[in-house]
């Protein structure tokens, strides 16, 4: 194997001052996690202000370049060669294997950056870029130089050993997860709340999920559809602690008691406080819903109204100024879509009036929950006392 | 108590038909290729298998070919079929009611050239005979039909078409889908004129992945899968020697049986029947007389979905299937018998299927019948508006 080692680039978690530490660790950790899985051994340090990842055993390449990618605070990395180089001559020589084996064709502008972090090494980095700039250009007969606007950098780092490399390869940007706390995502089987919990931890927030399940009008095939999108949201987020919440009988007793174009609403309504239970449970610090503003009649500006004032905790709605087309696009992106459209039942379509009231008013909704008054608290303990939990990875 | 009336779908594995599977895969696990013992060995289970097959059907044993179950049997039949004999024509007539297994494959031929005629049904999803005479041509080469409707139990008269096409129309290849009569009904080929026969091994207590075609012989027809010349070199393939002796005592045991399994799924389907035509709001839909399998109850029920209704008698350990899969957002097309016999679209969406087993017993269909009473009522109430 070429590359032993990779170096990982961070952007935005470098700049936050005393909270960098903090950050960086995260961000180990969270290479770690992706890695877990990737076939092979690595081991993943801090070194001088930098991530490297160290390939300890054979490892598929293009595996790991896959599970980087996936790691929220990555903004590029590196592969690098290690080269035991002790001489100028041997460096170059590394260097034209190196180039070889990067890049497919060699026909580009270049400029050779050597860093001697290791002050006994003999010969000062002015030099040894001089000098592999040369050899280079001799090997390869269609590399030009270009020291203000080079296409490709290629850097040479004299440490211990020597690290050479060049080709950056974009990571997901972002934070790393765990580094910003924690949220509750609504989880449905659809395609927007998959889409908004990898949003919101793409900022560095851990996740944990809640799902309303309505038997036997939602089948198990529907929940086990939202688990697979839970695993798929999983990948990037790191496990997730998935709540299934058996929804039912709340859902029929404001069938019998409420108004039925008003059904939606409140049981959203419901969903919300319920949700809001597990993430202060879960010691979350806010809500994660997949909202979409004027997407349905549940999600007007109107309807997030009433069904914010529920809970306290902040919801927080990273899809609400996109269009369908937007979300589809990034759920295709992260894999969700095909399972997202799979057509099962979901709990908030099966009564759903014809017409639902599309500008609720909240003091007609909390009007109409008072007819509820008599059971719902003990249906909604119920429902939270029966909760299930899939450990979602 | 589970209550498993689903049996159309696939049933239960004989604990013998396990049994002598489980010892061809972990003692008498040769390739019947081999030119040694254990070779031979495993030969003479798929030479018994065949033979057990064959007295069902009052075959030679030479006719019946190992296949991986009921699509493929039925493929080959049609697509093997057709191809073999292009040069005498490109017409095929079928039932507007067929197994997809049988529905895909001629919609492949038509893509090929090919040109299909598919019969209408009354609306207890019978076809015609009259029609069927009417629309054979010069160029007819193919007429498929199923034996017992998927869907309804509805039985088509397949020994009527075969003995007047052998009579009129012998060079006309006749495929019969058996996949749901097979077991249990005497199926004889040669008297009723059939030339191809498509049977699944796990409607009738075999595992998956098993079944076989009948081919009469010097019928011409192409090899399906080709290979190392196993099976006269029609369907190549290393043997699935556990699946065919299972397979070859499944069948041996469905018509060791045959009469009193009849004459107990008779009976089970007038219980169910009596009882569903005791509910409110329930419309049988599979014919009740002789021209409907005793195994299939199919019935509508008036206000409530049937994939609600399904998981509904899901959670009381009673497994059924829906007779179309229709979701709130998308209507998925309804199933093919459904829109053929011109249902009332209010149904469309209520339809359940009751399937049956030899060892299926009254109990269960009690049991079945009280959830019904129960739950119905309640899934009224609360309705869509």
């Known amino acids: 194997m070429t590359f032993h080692s990779f170096l990982v680039k961070y952007g935005e978690i470098g700049v936050k001052g005393k909270n960098r530490k903090l950050f960086e660790d995260a961000l180990v950790k969270q290479i770690r996690r992706s890695l877990k899985s990737a076939e092979g051994e690595f081991e993943v340090y801090k070194e001088q202000g930098r991530i490297y990842v160290d390939c300890l055993t054979d490892y598929d390449y293009d595996e790991v370049v896959e599970h980087l990618q996936r790691v929220f605070g990555i903004v590029g990395f590196c592969p690098v060669m290690k080269s035991e180089a002790e001489t100028p001559e041997q460096i170059a020589e590394d260097t034209i294997r190196f180039i070889s084996q990067t890049y497919d064709t060699q026909d580009f502008t270049f400029k050779v950056e050597t860093r001697r972090a290791r002050k006994d090494f003999p010969v000062p980095s002015m030099e040894v870029n001089a000098y592999v700039g040369g050899r280079l250009l001799e090997a390869f007969p269609q590399l030009r130089v270009d020291v203000h606007h080079p296409q490709q950098m290629i850097y040479i780092e004299i440490r211990d050993q020597v690290y050479i490399y060049s080709k950056i390869i974009p990571g997901p940007g972002g934070m790393p997860v765990g580094s910003n706390g924690k949220a509750m995502l609504l989880l449905s089987g659809g395609i927007d709340s998959p889409v908004a919990g990898y949003m919101i931890c793409k900022r560095g927030v851990k996740l944990d999920a809640v ?89 007007t500006i109107q309807s997030l109204v009433v069904t914010n004032e529920v809970c306290s905790l902040p919801v927080f709605r990273p899809l609400i100024g996109f269009d369908k087309q937007e979300i589809v696009d990034v759920a295709q992106r992260i894999g969700t879509f095909e399972t997202s459209i799979l057509p099962y039942e979901d709990c908030c379509t099966i009564f759903v009036a014809k017409h639902p009231v599309t500008k609720p008013n909240r003091n007609v909704i909390r009007k109409s929950e008072l007819n509820l008054s008599e059971k719902i608290n003990e249906l909604v303990a119920e429902a939270i006392r029966t909760t299930e939990h899939i450990w979602a990875d | 108590m589970e209550c498993y009336l689903d049996n159309s779908a696939t049933t239960r594995v004989l604990p013998q038909v396990c049994e002598l599977a489980a010892k061809v895969m972990t003692e008498d696990y040769g390739n019947p290729s081999s030119r040694h013992r254990k070779g031979l060995e495993a030969s003479r289970y798929l030479k018994t298998a065949r033979e057990q097959i064959a007295a ?127 077991g249990k009904y005497r199926i004889l080929p040669k008297r009723m004129g059939i030339d191809l026969l498509s049977v699944s091994g796990h409607k009738l207590h075999a595992p998956k992945g098993t079944g076989f075609l009948y081919i009469r012989e010097k019928t011409k027809i192409r090899p399906y899968i080709y290979g190392g010349g196993q099976q006269q070199g029609m369907r190549s393939g290393t043997d699935n020697v556990p699946g065919a002796a299972a397979l070859g005592l499944a069948a041996k045991e469905a018509y060791a049986h045959l009469d009193e399994t009849a ?123």
């Open chain 1, 211 to 299: 799902y309303f399940h309505a038997p036997p009008y939602t089948s198990e095939q529907a929940k086990e559809k939202v688990v697979d999108l839970a695993r798929m949201v999983a990948k990037y987020s790191g496990p997730i602690d998935l709540h299934i919440v058996n929804f039912t009988d709340i859902q029929l007793y404001i069938y019998e008691k409420c108004p039925h174009d008003e059904l939606t609403i409140i049981m959203r309504r419901y969903m919300m406080r319920i949700a809001e239970h597990f993430a202060n449970e879960a010691r979350a610090h806010a809500l994660v819903t997949g909202e979409s503003l004027g997407q349905v009649a549940s999600q």
């Open chain 2, 56 to 182: 069902t059907l009052k075959v030679s044993e030479k006719e019946i070919f190992f296949t991986s179950g009921g699509t493929e049997s039925a493929n080959w039949a049609l697509i093997g079929g057709a191809l073999a004999n292009r040069r005498a024509g490109k017409h095929i007539i079928t039932t507007a009611v067929e197994h997809a297994a049988v529905l895909m494959p001629l919609q492949f031929l038509k893509e090929e050239g090919w040109e299909i005629t598919f019969l209408p049904v009354d609306e207890s999803g019978h076809i015609s005979v009259q029609d069927l005479k009417q629309a054979v041509r010069e160029d007819t080469t193919l007429v498929s039909v199923m034996m017992v409707n998927n869907e309804l139990g509805t039985i088509e008269p397949v020994e009527e078409i075969g003995t007047w096409l052998k009579k009129e129309y012998p060079g006309v290849l006749f495929h019969v889908d058996a996949i749901q009569a097979y």
């Open chain 2, 263 to 385: 004459a107990h799924l008779q009976e089970l389907k007038q219980q169910m029947v009596s009882g569903l035509q005791a509910l409110p709001g329930v419309v049988v839909l599979s014919p009740l007389d002789e021209t409907g399998a005793p195994h299939i109850v199919t019935a509508a029920f008036s206000q409530v979905r049937s994939e609600v209704l399904l998981h509904a008698l899901e959670e009381r350990n009673i497994y059924v299937s829906s007779g179309s899969a229709c979701t709130s957002n998308k209507k998925l097309p309804v199933s093919g018998v459904i829109r053929e016999i011109h249902l009332d679209k209010a149904l469309e969406d209520s339809v359940l299927r009751f399937s049956f087993s030899r060892f299926t017993t009254q109990e269960e269909i009690s049991y079945a019948l009280k959830a019904l009473q129960e739950i119905l009522p309640f899934l009224r109430k609360y309705t869509r508006h």
